[in-house]
């Protein structure tokens, strides 16, 4: 039986900048500090891990060519992370904005997801789209918005 998502892993231009990011927006809901892995190439995956136990992380590894992502080709579009409150997406807003990030959707219900749906779209340092979401079924996949 399927029990969740166990971790999801991001390449970053500059990891160091992405870390930075990654531990403003988060860090104050719970996200704790990397945990060190070996990577296939030898480099160091930063896994940093949810506040439950066994609720997943976010994988970040430096990447090795300059390629850019881009948004609508085959593959990753975005990532969807659930939290309590809608004041929790309220404060995840707020450190995006005064980490430098890029908001694409300030925090608003989506009724079209649930009548509850609250949520806030942004880009990471590498324009990795991620949405931070409070509902009664938060678990919903989210449409492409």
Known sequence: MLVGLGHVDLVCRDLDRSLAFYAA???PLGLAAPALFDGERGEQIHYLRFPAVGSGSIGLRQAQSGQEFELYAPGFHHVSLV???ATDVDAVHAAVEAAGGQVLHAPRLWPQYHPDYYATFFLDPDSFR????????AR?????V
């Open 140 to 144: 919903i996949g989210s449409a492409s």
């Open 25 to 27: 927006v988060f860090g």
């Open 83 to 85: 939290v309590e409150t």
């Open 130 to 137: 991620l949405e931070v979401a409070a509902s009664r079924d």
